[in-house]
């Protein structure tokens, strides 16, 4: 065993250590458990974790902080899950350089940009930096949560649930009287022919197993992750085709997407070369010595097209890592294999807490963490439960898409009297440079087309905020907050937006927005 992450021996280790164990354990397919156990793990446990990733972090540490004794067992050498090693940190990453790189182009030459050197666009070469730096982040947590946090665990090991109060890892029996279970969920494979061929990739293995430059992509799905890694893809100068079924964000997993919102978005990737394909849908993947060279596809008129592609990208949406623990404990799931838990996280099984994606949808780094945080408190006694039907909400393209709350067409089904505060307004689009403000003043000047869209919808009889929606730069942050804002039982109305300080222009609180409609007694749109 590695005893010099085994808490028995009173050493904790370091980041540079944790990092130096992590990726030898990562890189040795026979690398032996990590412990970080009081007692040597003897004793029963108030509940122990099985899955370490955001919602088993957090709930641990939130049950160990309230006086309990967690466990949290996990198949990896860290914790943290896949946010860190394969999903948000990459495409955060990735995001950030699509906006880099779109800027460079636009202003290729001009002003104190070079000329834009497309050789030096590498979707590889992001992905190799980001291979070489997730160490720190895994590292951090591993030591955080031995060091600072005070949870025992079990890494680089799988659990085997016995049954709820038994569950072996490390060749190893622990007790317990109950578990949550945090197990995450994979991409689902495509399944038409040739979805097994090299250069056939998704989120995570694209991090793990890229290793040549795409010149070509065609990506499957209308989501978030179809925008976000398309965008990406685009920016670098692989040309990108996205085939979806459904209208681009415009997918089950998805609410409130404003229309005028989707349209801007929708119409910029295009601008930028992308090429979306609505209502068209995957035939078949063909390879040429082995590796996936073209595409055949169904498009909106029922004709077949094909593709030349060099790199596929599966974009088809997540399902739950359910199956072994539903047989196992006679589970409740529901039609995508997600278990279906109460407002409490808690189980058709007395005892069995389920948190994350494994309860389905949406699947977002909030609701992981809050989801852990809430089957903490009531295993500890405290009872809690956690709505996460409604919440704020965002996307990467190359630039920031951020909403809460209804959409424009949603607030109009359900109130008479609809004002809506738009920037640009309603019919004048971009014959003005606004929206401008922090990461868009250089496009306000020189292409205001690319200035983004700000709208806020207003319930004209209650004076309420309904919904926010913004692209651009400059308000991602802010949403979390108006989102609580927005859900107090006396919401927000548009006259204490008109009461706030703005920082200039402000583009996440619409502030001076409001404050130029506040004073009319009868509100109109703006």
Not at 73 to 84: E, K, M, T, V
Not at 289 to 306: K, M, T
Not at 370 to 377: D, E, L, N, S, V
């Amino acid at each position: 065993m590695n005893d010099h992450v085994q808490s028995g021996n009173g050493r904790n280790l370091d980041n540079a250590e944790w990092r130096a164990a992590i990726e030898d354990a990562l890189d040795r397919p026979d690398s032996e458990p990590m412990f970080n156990l009081r007692d040597d793990g003897e004793g029963v446990y108030d509940t122990i974790f099985i899955g370490g990733g955001a919602a088993g972090r957090f709930g641990s540490a939130y049950l160990r902080a309230m006086g309990g004794r967690p466990l949290v067992i996990d198949r990896w050498p860290f914790l943290g899950g896949s946010c860190p090693h394969q999903a948000c940190v990459p495409h955060h990453l990735f995001s950030e350089a699509a906006a880099l790189l779109d800027r460079s182009r636009w202003f290729s030459g001009e002003l104190f940009f070079p000329e834009f050197d497309e050789s030096k666009a590498s979707i590889l070469a992001l992905v190799e930096l980001f291979r070489r730096g997730r160490g720190s982040a895994h590292a951090f947590m591993n030591w955080q949560t031995q060091s600072q946090l005070e949870v025992e665990f079990v890494l680089n090991a799988a659990a085997e649930v016995i049954d709820r109060n038994t569950v072996r890892a490390a060749g190893r029996t622990f007790h317990t009287e109950g578990l949550v279970i945090g197990l995450g969920a994979y991409q689902k494979p495509l399944t038409c022919p040739g979805a097994d061929l090299a250069g056939v990739l998704d989120w995570a293995t694209l991090i793990e197993e890229l290793d040549y430059e795409p010149e070509s992509c065609v990506i499957v799905g209308g989501g978030k992750v179809a925008v976000e890694y398309g965008s990406f893809f685009q920016s670098t100068g692989c040309q990108t085709t996205i085939v979806s079924r459904s209208p681009l964000l415009r997918t089950g997993s998805l609410h409130h997407v404003d229309e005028d919102i989707r349209r801007y978005l929708l119409d910029g990737m295009r601008l930028r070369g992308m090429t979306v394909l609505e209502g068209s849908g995957l035939v078949e993947i063909e390879g040429v010595d082995g590796r996936a060279r073209r595409v055949r596809i169904c498009d909106a008129d029922g004709r077949e097209r094909v593709l030349e592609c060099d790199l596929v990208f599966n974009a088809t949406g997540e399902r739950p890592n359910s199956d072994e623990v539903v047989r196992t404990l006679g589970l409740q799931t529901g039609p995508n294999g997600e278990i279906l838990v109460d407002a409490r996280m808690q189980t058709n099984v007395e005892g069995v807490y389920a948190v994350g994606d494994v309860i389905g949808p949406p699947m977002e780094m909030f609701k992981a963490r809050k989801c852990g945080m809430t089957a903490a408190r009531n295993i500890a006694g405290d009872p809690f439960e956690f709505d996460f039907s409604e919440y704020p909400d965002f996307l990467h393209s190359t630039y920031e898409v951020t909403w809460v709350g209804l959409s424009e067409d949603e607030a109009r089904e359900q109130f008479d009297d609809v004002t809506v505060i738009q920037m640009p307004p309603k019919g004048i689009e971009h014959e003005i440079p606004l929206p401008c403000a922090e990461g868009t003043m250089l496009y306000a000047f020189t292409r205001p087309e690319l200035t983004g869209l700000l709208k806020c919808v207003i319930d004209g009889s209650s004076r309420r905020v309904l919904g926010f929606h913004h692209i651009g730069y400059g308000a991602k942050d802010a949403f979390q907050y108006l989102d609580y804002l927005l859900r107090r039982p006396e919401g927000l109305t548009i006259d204490e937006l008109g009461e706030m300080n703005e920082l200039f222009l402000n583009p996440e609180h619409f502030i001076q927005l409001s404050r130029l409609r506040a004073g009319r007694r009868e509100l109109v749109d703006l």
